[in-house]
């Protein structure tokens, strides 16, 4: 099977025009339709895209009508193509599941498990609305721990938006990240797959591979002072399963060259 894994889309049907600030980055920004659909037009035209994985921030504010835009971007470009989202904290719940979704609105978390031949995929949900570091509930933890219980039979792939190492960025991880990971020690894990920071990251925990994606319209980078330099920089990461296991994985990085602006994060 061969999966495709970006995240932070951060998409808008129409960006505030503005100068200031963080808006003003974004208005300076092209719309990430446009290495979305680059990517994925590149990929597919190297291989089958059996599973295409969006590990959240897929729009800016979380609007109903740009989750239904979105969708239907990325239909017109992969067809019926299974899809798997989890959330991210530039999401919004009850809007992408109306939007997204078309279902009724509802603020529970978006948690679900999809199975597959040889693994099972845990979407969980580490999202809250205008937390931008996440959190993880007690209920969460135990749906986590059922969902873990009840996956035993195949290895299973965890899906989060927030990176769970610490150490990884100076992004804050999720709080409760080493809970999440102590839970999936001892179990047969196959990958985990994260997002938030813009930056690629990959590396092992306990023997398990993990993966962070760079984001589908920026990246900021610390220049002292708390101020951040964004520029336009994109990209996706693949991954081939078969029986179970990790086969080969492939990591692209994109930079227009593009400085967006600084953004001076004390004001």
């Not at 100068?19 to 208005?27: D, I, P, R, T």
């Not at 092209?30 to 729009?59: V, Y």
């Not at 999440?180 to 591979?209: D, F, M, W």
Request: hydrophobic residues 30%; proline residues 3%.
């Amino acid at each position: 099977m061969n999966i495709v894994h970006i995240s932070d889309i951060h998409f808008r049907k129409t960006y505030e025009q503005s100068s200031e600030g963080y808006k003003g980055m974004l208005a300076n920004m092209q719309s990430p339709l446009i290495p979305l659909t680059e990517c994925l037009e590149e990929i597919r035209n190297k291989q089958e895209i059996d599973l295409l994985i969006i590990s959240g921030d897929l729009t800016d504010d979380g609007e109903a009508e740009d989750y239904r835009f979105l969708k239907k971007a990325i239909r017109k470009i992969i067809g019926d193509t299974k899809v798997i989202v989890t959330l991210g904290n530039h999401d919004i719940k009850r809007q992408f599941r109306e939007g997204w979704l078309n279902e009724s609105p509802s603020d529970e978390p978006y948690n679900f498990i999809e199975t597959f031949e040889d693994f099972h995929v845990i979407s969980f949900d580490s999202a809250v609305y205008e937390n931008s570091n996440g959190h993880v509930s007690d209920n969460q933890l135990k749906w986590l721990d059922q969902a873990l219980e009840r996956t035993q039979d195949k290895p299973v792939m965890l899906v989060t938006h927030h990176h769970l190492i610490e150490q990884q960025s100076s992004i804050p991880s999720l709080p409760e990240g080493k809970q999440v990971l102590e839970r999936l020690q001892g179990n047969n894990t196959l990958c985990i797959l994260s997002g938030h920071t813009h930056h690629a990251y990959k590396t092992k925990v306990e023997n398990v591979p993990y993966f962070t994606v760079v984001g589908m319209s920026f990246v900021g980078e610390e220049i002292g002072e708390f101020r951040i330099q964004f520029e336009e920089k994109y990209g996706y990461n693949t991954y081939q399963i078969e029986n179970g296991q990790i086969k080969h994985t492939e990591h692209q990085i994109i930079s227009t060259g593009k400085q967006l602006k600084i953004v001076d994060m004390n004001q």
